[in-house]
Each structure stands twice: as structure tokens, then as C-alpha cells.
């Protein structure tokens, strides 16, 4: 389909190039925000107007082939014309978009320019003798969602702590967390290593801040090291491309939380929807909060693998660490995130499940530990499989780096094939780029798929008797290079749980149209 397209757009470049247009490139038609499924003409503008001169206007079709007009955004509009990579500008690349504009090079992000600062790659290596080993046996599991009794949850976790506290966070800029891990870690061993991402809008400080303040607190017996990101400014090698992503504590060595979601304001806002009601403040406050699923465990052997695994990356980054970053000014109270969901229509208490079960550790980029666990488990689904993701982002090559990945993709579009009830829900940043590459690659998009502003999750149920809680993104990096973190268990109590979670996104948050 594409190679036809490409060449219509090639015979008719000069019907394309009018004023204002900066790329065209081969897609799929929409109306009213979401797809049509007929192939189309794209035609990216600076700026739709009303008002354009007759001959400066579009024509409706070409050569029997519908044109579509796309607004630029602001990233698109300067990937096309200053032709910043998709990386860096954070828009989907097209192999076959013929830019009709003047291009001049362009200044990549802070990110990308700490990037070329050259040190030393790593290979990478877990815990000596260690091997992530699923565990069937007695355990006890609290589940919990954000916005609705997420921070309720991990405060209560906290505040549990009596002996040592062991984390790996990806984002740790909440004050009240902050304060909570404080007064949890006070007389106790507090052993942390975290990343250095971009600034959440809903910081109440810098992660150098939330490290200073921890070392200086009453009691603090505190180990931090920043972990081996190629962009963290504060190590000298690396060995994760782009993000150590992981939110993982473990407690006492015997318990440990993990999560889709950061120590932050958006992932754990602290609120508490669910006592205060529909009405509440707190309820319209997580229209404009991020939806997460966390899971607390209570089993010593896997609380001791990822003990052992978090311990590991602390010992190998500090090796490689410059002296302390010094904390920055306090910031001005952060505003209320603008993006939100409709509202909801009903907020999900906290649940604690107990008895005899099958759990499996997941991290990457241990080699075939996540997309090997993760291929099997949607290989299973024999009736439902829903998928609710921040953003699946499909890699520019599909080559031998990316294979493992693209197969996770495949088996998705093979259930959708087979008949089974799939549904996906994507946060806003799925934007109608990168969905029309799921529907070149074979994906269903316009039966399956809706679109859900705040969703930060990482989560599959499937046949309503297992579930996924992780950290990793749907991209190459999030399932097979960076550090992340996950669980897959197998006990229909738990995925029942979090599955009618998702169904009341699908039907009342997610929407079948791209997002406002």
C-alpha cells in the first residue's frame, strides 16, 4: 500500500506543494479524529485555515486516493523543518515523508546533546549467582490503582518499614513522598539509585533536592548513587540507552511495592478519591492525575531477588559516579496539570489477596526475561486480552535489534486475527502518527484501540486470570535495553482486580477519537 501511495504523491508533488504545506508522506484517512481504515494522502500544514485562496487549496483526492490535512504540532513542525530526529523530537518518523519545505540543521535537546558527551558503555551484568526465578507459594498481594488509593497504599507501605528500605526509582520529585520515605528510612538503612529524567510539570523539587534533603534528614543512614544512563550528567559510563525507568522498594527484605508509576505528583498525587466520594475536591483532582497499578508483595524470595538486583546497580553506578550534585533552589508550587479525563464513575478501594500463587519476576534488559515471559503470556490468551499502555512506539528498523520487541506487537495482532476480544488503551501521546504505523504494521486500530488522556500504566490482563504490573514501556528500549521493572501473576483474583479497572476506563475515560 505505501509504495503505491508514494508514488501518486511522486507524480503529483506539484499539486501538493502549496503554501503552508511542509511534508506529505503515504497514511490512513480520518474523520471526526479517528481512522476511516482507507489509505490516504497525508499532507502536514503549518496551519489549517478556512480562509485559503482557491488555488492555494488541497484537492480533495488524487488519483482516486483520498488527501488528508494534518496540522503540524509544535515537534512535528520542527522535525519536518529543522529536521530534528524523532528522538529527539519525539514524533514519529515516516520512512516515505517527502518534506516540501526549505530544511536547515537543527539543535537537538539538552538530553540528546549530554548524549554525545563521550564515556564509556558498560556491559551490563546482574547479581552474581542470580537468576530471576518465578515463585509459586504462599504470598500475600495488595493491590492498588492511581489516582484513586495509590498514595494511601504506598504511605501505608512505608510507614511498615523497620529495618532497611531499598530502591530503585526512575523520578522521585513528591514532596510528601519524600517526607514519607524520611520518616520510614529515620535510624534505618536507606539504600537508593536513582535516575536523572527531564522535570515532571508536578515537581515539587529536583531530584538532586529529594537526594540532599534524604541525606540530611534526622536519623539518615542513607547510600545513593545515580544510576548509568547514557544522558545522566552525573555518572562517567553507562550502560541503560536512556532511562534506568525502574519504581521498585523493597522492604525489610521479606516485602516489596512495585509500579507502572514514579514517586512523583502526577503518578502518586496524595489524594484519596476514594474516601472523599464522586463529588469530592479529590475526585475532580484525579481528572488531572496519572492512571498507574502498583502491586505490594509480601514473599520473601522475590523480595530478595529484586533486593539483589537493586543492590547490584547501587554498587556497579557508584563506581562510576562524579561527586554529589548539589540541590537546586526550592521550586515554586507546581501547577495542576492541565490534561485531564472525563470524569470518573467510580474510584477502586485497595484489595489485599492471600493464598498459594504463582508470581514471575520481570526486568530488563536481562537477556529474553520480559519479552520472552511477556510473548508467552499473550500467546495464552484464549478469550480476552487487554492491554493498557502509555504509548506503544514501533522502532524505526525492523531488524534482528528490534525483533523481540515487534514479536510482542505480532502476537497482539495475531489475537486480534483469531477472533479474541482484544482492547487497547493508549495515553495521549499515541498521537495519529504513530497509530497509523500500528495500522501499516497490521494492527486493527479502529476496532481495538481507544485513546485515553493521563494514562502512565504499563499493564495486560489476560482471560481475566493473570496479569502484568510493570514499568516497561512498549518501545525497543522499554522492553529490551533500559532498566525496568515487572511482575506477571498468575491468580484470577488479581487480574480480575485490575481488569475491572480497565473496563471502566474503556467505557468511560478512553475514547475512540484522538485525544483534547
Not at 490516504?40 to 487549496?57: F, M, N, T, Y
Not at 488531572?288 to 522475590?302: A, K, Q
Request: aromatic share 6%.
Amino acid at each position: 500500500m505505501a509504495s503505491t501511495i508514494s508514488d501518486v504523491i511522486a507524480r503529483n508533488l506539484a499539486a501538493l506543494r502549496k503554501p503552508g504545506v511542509l511534508a506529505v508522506r503515504p497514511g490512513y484517512e480520518m474523520k471526526d479524529d479517528w481512522f476511516t481504515g482507507r489509505p490516504a494522502i497525508v499532507a502536514i500544514v503549518a496551519r489549517k485555515r478556512a480562509d485559503i485562496p482557491a488555488d492555494d487549496v488541497l484537492p480533495d483526492e488524487i488519483e482516486g486516493i483520498p488527501v488528508d490535512v494534518r496540522q503540524a504540532s509544535p515537534l512535528k513542525r520542527l522535525a519536518i523543518e529543522l529536521r530534528l530526529s524523532p528522538d529527539v523530537g519525539a514524533v514519529p518518523h515516516f520512512a516515505e515523508e517527502v518534506p516540501l519545505v526549505q530544511t536547515t540543521p537543527g539543535s537537538p535537546s539538552a538530553h540528546a546533546e549530554l548524549a554525545k558527551i563521550p564515556k564509556p558503555q558498560l556491559d551490563y551484568t546482574g547479581p552474581a549467582g542470580l537468576s530471576l526465578q518465578p515463585v509459586t507459594g504462599p504470598m500475600t498481594v495488595r493491590l492498588s490503582v492511581s489516582p484513586d488509593c495509590g498514595w494511601t497504599v504506598l504511605d501505608e507501605f512505608l510507614a511498615a518499614t523497620t529495618q532497611t528500605l531499598t530502591v530503585g526509582m526512575y523520578d522521585f520529585t513528591s514532596g510528601h513522598v519524600k517526607d514519607a520515605v524520611a520518616a520510614a528510612a529515620s535510624g534505618r538503612p536507606l539504600k537508593l539509585t536513582l535516575d536523572h529524567p527531564p522535570q515532571n510539570v508536578t515537581a515539587d523539587q529536583t531530584d538532586a533536592t529529594t537526594v540532599s534533603d534524604l541525606r540530611t534528614a534526622p536519623g539518615a543512614e542513607f547510600t545513593q548513587a545515580w544510576a548509568l544512563t547514557r544522558v545522566d550528567p552525573e555518572s562517567t559510563a553507562w550502560i541503560f540507552p536512556t532511562a534506568y525507568h525502574i519504581k521498585v522498594a523493597v522492604q525489610d527484605g521479606a516485602r516489596f511495592w512495585l509500579s507502572s508509576g514514579n514517586w512523583n505528583n502526577s503518578n502518586q498525587p496524595a489524594i484519596d478519591p476514594v474516601t472523599g466520594g464522586l463529588d469530592s475536591h479529590d475526585a475532580d483532582d484525579a481528572r488531572h492525575r496519572d492512571r498507574d497499578w502498583h502491586v505490594v508483595i509480601g514473599e520473601p524470595s522475590l523480595a530478595n531477588q529484586f533486593e539483589q538486583y537493586l543492590l547490584n546497580d547501587l554498587a556497579v553506578a557508584s563506581a562510576h559516579n562524579l561527586p554529589p550534585e548539589q540541590s537546586g533552589p526550592p521550586l515554586t508550587p507546581p501547577p495542576v496539570p492541565t490534561t485531564k479525563t472525563p470524569k470518573y464513575k467510580e474510584f477502586f478501594a485497595a484489595q489485599t489477596i492471600d493464598g498459594t500463587m504463582t508470581v514471575a519476576p520481570l526486568l530488563t534488559p536481562d537477556p529474553g526475561v520480559y519479552a520472552g515471559a511477556v510473548k508467552e503470556l499473550i500467546d495464552s490468551a484464549t478469550a480476552s486480552l487487554y492491554l493498557q499502555f502509555q504509548y506503544i512506539e514501533l522502532p524505526r528498523a525492523l531488524d534482528a535489534s528490534s525483533q523481540a520487541f515487534v514479536a510482542l506487537v505480532d502476537a497482539v495482532i495475531a489475537k486480534v486475527q483469531a477472533g479474541l476480544d482484544v482492547r487497547i488503551i493508549l495515553g495521549q501521546h499515541e498521537t495519529s502518527g504513530y497509530l497509523e504505523q500500528l495500522i501499516a504494521h497490521g494492527l486493527d486500530v479502529k476496532t481495538t484501540t481507544r485513546i485515553q488522556n493521563n494514562v502512565h500504566n504499563k499493564g495486560i490482563v489476560v482471560d481475566s486470570s493473570a496479569v502484568l504490573v510493570s514499568s516497561q514501556n512498549w518501545s525497543m528500549d522499554g522492553t529490551l535495553y533500559n532498566r525496568d521493572a515487572g511482575v506477571i501473576i498468575h491468580e484470577p483474583r488479581a487480574a480480575q482486580y485490575f481488569e475491572a479497572v480497565f473496563l471502566h476506563d474503556w467505557e468511560n475515560l478512553a475514547r475512540a477519537k484522538q485525544p483534547v
